[in-house]
């Protein structure tokens, strides 16, 4: 546990740890990382998402482009009128944050007159559910109305956007190790002193399965040791996504690489990170249910998906390539007064610097049955490298 945590956070991260213990007791002594991190991520009442804590935002443990600057969301509402415009329909948001993305994204759309017929939120998060309703709330009755929050995927099918903000990092993975060309899965186990500590374990089929494609069978080109996530949720997650969508696009940003670049051999650690405080470690047994768990999105596993789903991969670019093609220097230019205009011209930067999210945030558009143009992916194409 980290020093600074509050009586009542030690008092919850233990209540968390107790819960992961009996399992592994139950599981024969070793659980796999990926029931680990659902554990301590979505433990009805005790997981990350599921329990009461400020997650996103200065006070939270990180900040996503929507709390960086509503410029970003301005942007999405562009791209989000544009399918609109050829399929009718609504916006289904997953994982909606603070509501900040959907807060903007209406304002923009209700000042262009251009508003979906219905933008559905979906929330595992009761806690973050409310924060959302509270946020929204000074929305215009007419824009309110068209508000609606979901518990699980509609069963209509949905023409129109589905958009997906740092979702994906957030499922979760698989991780593995290679010890002499032999795929070992790293999952967690009891230390001596009864800690949570990672322990090695034979890959089960679906695992090594996964890996053949990535590093060859047998592994080759990768040294002893190397350790990195697939994520097994991927395929199912974007399969239950492209049997809601009838017609329209569903839109991902998240942090993430192309697989050669992911699977590199000099990425010898993988990518998992845990965020607490607005600090990044690598240190997942920690502040157990008291801080975000993520891992970087195979964006070719997420491309490979969406086609076996029936999908197709319309668009694929970096977030400063695409929101510069959807007009973020002329919404700067476009402000009020000079102070204004400073600010956003911050802002924006930090949303396109390469140093900052402009090159490690990816996004990715998967359509099915619309050939609506995607102003965001004029700029750049990089499906070559999927």
Request: glycine share 10%; charged share 20%; net charge negative.
């Amino acid at each position: 546990m980290s020093a600074s945590l509050t009586p009542e956070e030690r008092s919850h991260g233990e209540a968390v740890a107790a819960l992961i213990r009996a399992e592994i007791a139950g599981a024969g002594g070793w659980l796999s990382f990926e029931r680990f991190m659902e554990l301590a991520l979505y433990a009805p009442g005790l997981g990350y998402y599921s329990a009461g804590s400020v997650k996103l935002g200065p006070g939270g443990d990180f900040v996503t482009a929507p709390e960086v600057s509503e410029l970003f969301g301005r942007c999405v509402a562009r791209q989000c009128r544009e399918v609109l415009g050829a399929t009718g329909g609504g916006i289904l948001e997953l994982g909606a944050g603070t509501g900040a993305l959907a807060g903007t994204i209406l304002r923009e759309l209700d000042a262009q007159a251009a508003l979906p017929e219905r933008y559905a939120i979906l929330e595992v998060s009761a806690d973050l559910a409310e924060r959302q309703r509270a946020r929204l709330a000074s929305l215009p009755a007419h824009v309110r109305a068209r508000l609606v929050w979901l518990e699980r995927l509609p069963e209509e099918k949905l023409r129109g956007v589905i958009l997906a903000n740092e979702v994906a990092d957030a499922l979760p993975c698989r991780r593995f190790t290679l010890r002499g060309n032999e795929v070992r899965e790293l999952g967690v186990a009891l230390g001596p002193d009864g800690a949570l500590a990672s322990a090695e374990a034979a890959a089960a089929a679906p695992l090594k399965a996964a890996c053949a494609p990535i590093l060859g069978t047998p592994p080759r080109g990768f040294p002893d040791g190397y350790t990195s996530e697939v994520n097994l949720r991927l395929g199912p997650w974007i399969a239950s996504l492209g049997e809601c969508l009838e017609r329209g696009i569903l839109l991902l940003f998240d942090y993430g690489l192309p697989r050669a670049h992911y699977y590199h051999p000099q990425r010898v650690s993988g990518t998992l990170r845990c965020h607490f405080r607005q600090r990044a470690h690598d240190d997942p047994f920690i502040n157990l249910g008291l801080q975000d768990i993520t891992a970087w999105v195979d964006f070719t596993r997420v491309a490979e998906a969406g086609t076996d789903a029936g999908l197709e991969v319309a668009g694929f670019a970096t977030q400063a390539a695409f929101l510069l093609a959807l007009g973020l220097e002329t919404l700067v230019a476009a402000a009020a007064d000079a102070p204004t205009r400073a600010r956003l011209a911050g802002e924006a930067r930090r949303l396109v610097m390469p140093e900052e999210m402009g090159e490690a945030f990816k996004v990715m558009a998967l359509a099915r049955g619309s050939d609506a143009p995607l102003a965001g992916f004029t700029l750049q194409d990089l499906r070559r490298q999927l």
